[in-house]
């Protein structure tokens, strides 16, 4: 049974500050979990996780569940999570974690994370005001095996660099990068830097996608 639980090394509303190093170590550690469970190509079942192959990462963990076409609720969520909105995420959308005018542009990615299957890496911004001080974070997307008649699923990560301040904070995109799990390898996908969904232009060979700022 998948559960996440703890509060993490800083504790409740602590200072979860980290390098980037930090940050992509973590992240490196739940796709190489995931990674490990693939067998031959496809991809890993809910009923493959166990927590205790993540064990030092479970507060920056989550699980969420499509509920509609770009739409995704969170089914558990670590507390590193919770506290960026000072609430349990459970039940709540994913879409919760992000400014207004970024949502669409989630809801479009998110969708092919489920249908392509791909995995999907953001690059985040918090908003800033009085109170809420830098805060940047990176969100990492890995889809599970769908089973007949029940949602789809993804594991997820996230991982934040700067001080919490006062909540909630939600984030803006910055960048992201998405790849299609083709068969036995990886595909990275061009990207398209309108933050209205849009097709993707047709390069002919895979790039990376690019980092835009948020203006």
């Known amino acids: 049974m998948l559960t996440f639980f703890g509060k993490g090394p800083y504790g409740k509303g602590g200072d979860r500050s980290r390098s980037s190093a930090d940050m992509l170590a973590v992240l490196q550690v739940v796709r190489g979990y995931w990674e490990a469970l693939r067998v031959a190509g496809g991809l890993p079942a809910r009923g493959q996780i166990d927590p205790r192959g993540m064990a030092d990462c479970l507060d920056k963990v989550f699980l969420i569940e499509q509920i509609a076409p770009g739409l995704a609720r969170f089914r558990l969520a670590g507390m590193a999570l919770n506290d960026l909105l000072g609430m349990d995420l459970r039940g709540m959308p994913l879409s919760s974690l992000f400014e207004p005018m970024a949502r669409a542009r989630m809801g479009h990615e998110l969708e092919q994370v489920f249908a392509s299957p791909a995995i999907m890496e953001v690059w985040l911004e918090a908003e800033r005001s009085v109170g809420r001080p830098a805060l940047s974070g990176r969100m990492l997307l890995l889809p599970l095996a769908g089973v ?31 790849e299609l799990v083709t068969g036995s390898g990886l595909r990275v996908v061009p990207y398209t830097e309108a933050m209205e969904p849009a097709p993707p232009r047709s390069s002919g060979r895979a790039e990376l996608r690019l980092v835009s700022s948020r203006g």
């Not at 007949?148 to 001080?163: D, F, S």
């Open 148 to 178: 007949a008649g029940e949602p789809k699923l993804a594991l997820g990560c996230l991982v934040t660099e700067g001080q919490l301040g006062r909540q909630p904070r939600r984030f803006a995109i910055s960048g992201l990068v998405r």
